[in-house]
């Protein structure tokens, strides 16, 4: 089934590593951007303009349960290069779209491609790499995203204070046309693929993966923690005077991300998943606690290390598990059932964790967010970590 039996960095590797790159540079470049296009160009509020961003994110979250049937019923590589090519044209498309409500509609939509596109890079990837090497060869695939989460936002602004917002477009979708012409070259013909099924049909087992949902879930509550940073940190960093160096917390989180996977993913191979999990839900847990504490420039980027470490192995290991749970032919549903689930604790994290921060402050939903991960530790040691592959 692989180009090598144990060689990660093969060429159709290479090739999806900068197709996923493509479409989340993207997602982070415009979810950076468009609230300042809406507010700044179109002269919304920032209510509205927060509205760009919910109205993709809502789309993507509900497409994602189906995004697995979808690929068992027309192929990974078909759907994936449908979906970026729809995606290439939505990102074109904002260059015409000028009327909010229009453009609310363009979001939306090219959120539904997002999720399908998304599902498909990541089932292939837990396809081509070697069994044995899996969760080395899905941490290196996910830093396609850490990288985007900092090149995206970093091209965005570039390019708008230099050019304009059209320009920006334009750009974006020349990255994703560069994906685009990425996928098409992947050869998946060995790869193995699910029974083709007579009629079409939709049950609980076409929209989850049983065996992945357990695992799923915990991944959710470790998600749920994490959208205190992504919805709250700015808000937070403002509120202790501390933005100078908020607009550096987000590289250094990458850099942490990257640097511990050669280590993480060896371990993880060698000696079994429970051996980077359950250091990995101390460190998060550390760095939520110094984020909550953070009242020096130091001491916030001394938590990103924290955060990034112990986060980032957290979601690579926890997807490598979803997937080896189930069947070969069953990528699909423990991809799409891992990102579901993902994807939902992020959004009831920013509308739960907002109401705590309300009533409490911004430093406690960090020490909620804390002791939330080692309460997920206790149950993970308790139920899971028995098992030699967990």
Same mark, same amino acid.
């Given at each position: *089934? ?6 990660? #960095? ?11 790159? !493509?479409? #989340? ?13 809406? !507010? ?15 109205? #993709? ?14 690929? @068992? ?43 399908? &596109? ?8 837990? @396809? ?51 994906? !685009? ?49 992504? !919805? ?23 850099? &942490? ?11 993880? @191979? ?11 839900? *101390? ?11 953070? @009242? ?76 939330? *991960? ?13 098992? &030699?592959?967990?």
């Amino acid at each position: *089934m692989m180009e090598n039996d144990n060689q990660i #960095f093969t060429k159709r590797f290479i090739s999806l590593f900068f197709t996923n790159l !493509s479409i #989340f540079l993207v997602f982070y470049s415009l979810i950076t951007t468009l609230p300042l296009y809406a !507010s700044g160009i179109l002269d919304r509020t920032d209510d509205e303009a927060g509205l760009l961003v919910t109205a #993709f994110l809502v789309s993507a979250i509900l497409m994602r349960p189906f995004s697995g049937k979808l690929l @068992d019923l027309y192929g990974k590589k078909r759907l994936l290069l449908i979906s970026l090519l729809i995606y290439l044209a939505c990102t074109i498309l904002y260059v015409v779209f000028k009327e909010f409500t229009v453009l609310l509609g363009l979001r939306f939509f090219q959120g539904i491609w997002f999720s399908i &596109a998304t599902t498909a890079a990541g089932a292939l990837a837990a @396809d081509i790499i070697p069994n044995k090497r899996k969760g080395t060869g899905l941490g290196y695939f996910t830093m396609s995203t850490n990288l985007a989460i900092v090149i995206g936002p970093f091209i965005g602004l570039l390019v708008i204070q230099y050019a304009s917002f059209d320009a920006l477009f334009l750009v974006l979708a020349v990255v994703v046309a560069i994906g !685009s012409v990425l996928a098409l070259t992947l050869n998946t013909r060995d790869l193995v693929q699910p029974k083709q099924q007579q009629k079409f049909r939709l049950t609980f087992n076409d929209l989850f993966e049983k065996k992945a949902l357990p695992l799923a879930i915990v991944a959710s509550v470790i998600a749920f923690a994490y959208s205190s940073i992504l !919805s709250f940190l700015s808000l937070y960093a403002e509120q202790q005077d501390l933005l100078g160096a908020a607009s550096y917390f987000y590289a250094v989180l990458a850099v &942490a991300m990257i640097g511990v996977r050669p280590f993480t993913g060896r371990i993880y @191979d060698t000696y079994g998943a429970k051996y980077v999990i359950i250091p990995s839900f *101390m460190l998060f847990a550390i760095g939520l606690v110094l984020l909550g504490n953070a @009242d020096n420039p130091a001491l916030l980027l001394t938590s990103a290390i924290f955060l990034g470490m112990g986060y980032g192995t957290l979601t690579t290991s926890f997807q490598s598990l979803c997937v080896q749970a189930t069947a070969p032919e069953r990528t699909s549903y423990a991809t799409a059932t891992y990102f579901t689930l993902f994807d939902l604790g992020i959004a009831v994290g920013s509308y739960v964790l907002g109401i705590v921060a309300v009533s409490i402050g911004y430093s406690a939903i960090y020490m909620v967010s804390a002791a939330l *991960m080692l309460g997920m530790l206790l149950i993970y040691s308790l139920i899971f970590a028995r098992s &030699a592959k967990n």
